[in-house]
């Protein structure tokens, strides 16, 4: 059986088990988590441009805001801590 994994840009994951509502993953640190939906990943090999890949993680963004805006303070605090 041929895995097939996907990216998020940061992370990559792995499908173990397709449930009902969610999928069982496994990340590259082999931390299962439970996903309701790959919603912002994209499978490896994927040949879409990166436009369109952009494209779908902007409509993600304007789906969530508070999201985007809680990620955006985490990056500039992570960065400004020394």
Do not use: C
């Amino acid at each position: 059986m041929q895995t097939d994994y996907y990216t998020n840009g940061i992370d990559i994951i792995s499908i173990i088990k397709k449930q009902r509502s969610s999928y069982l993953v496994k990340d590259a640190k082999e931390h299962t988590l439970i996903l309701s939906n790959l919603n912002g990943y994209r499978l490896l090999g994927d040949n879409r441009s990166i436009k369109d890949w952009y494209k779908d993680s902007k409509k993600y963004l304007k789906q969530h805001p508070l999201a985007a805006f809680l990620a955006g303070l985490g990056v500039f605090f992570g960065l400004t801590s020394f």
